[in-house]
């Protein structure tokens, strides 16, 4: 069994950082893509970023040019580094993992999921 926590989320103001880890259990060849999402109140779940064995990434279009998702060598965190906050960046973040990125940005690809880590942005 995976498990994910997520840590490092709180307030910020607009143009701030912050850096959001994912604890990963164990790795397995089901935590090959690591993801971040995010889920603001009433809108749909967004793909963030990704990282696939480590090296490979990809970002949504939001996102590109501010933030950074990296993994340490043991595969047992993964960072998301978010520069230049903006306050529409406000949102629950999680940390999900799957076995492959294809489709990364669907969330029903992706079978273990963290609690979630809360990031506020203000104006």
């Known amino acids: 069994q995976v498990r994910l926590v997520e840590s490092g989320g709180g307030s910020v103001q607009a143009g701030g950082s912050l850096r959001l880890v994912c604890g990963v259990s164990?790795?397995?060849?089901?935590?090959?893509?690591i993801a971040w999402f995010r889920q603001a109140p009433g809108k749909e779940r967004e793909g963030v970023a990704h990282?696939?064995?480590?090296?490979?990434?990809d970002y949504g279009e939001s996102v590109k040019g501010r933030f950074t998702i990296s993994q340490d060598y043991a595969g047992r965190a993964v960072y998301l580094q978010m520069n230049s906050l903006k306050p529409e960046d406000t949102a629950m973040y999680y940390c999900?993992?799957?076995?492959?990125?294809?489709?990364?940005?669907?969330?029903?690809?992706?079978?273990?999921w963290g609690r979630g880590t809360q990031v506020t942005v203000s104006s």
């Open positions: 999900a993992a799957a076995r492959s990125c294809v489709g990364w940005e669907r969330h029903e690809n992706f079978a273990y």
């Open positions: 164990k790795y397995t060849t089901s935590t090959n893509c």
């Open positions: 990282i696939y064995g480590g090296a490979e990434s």
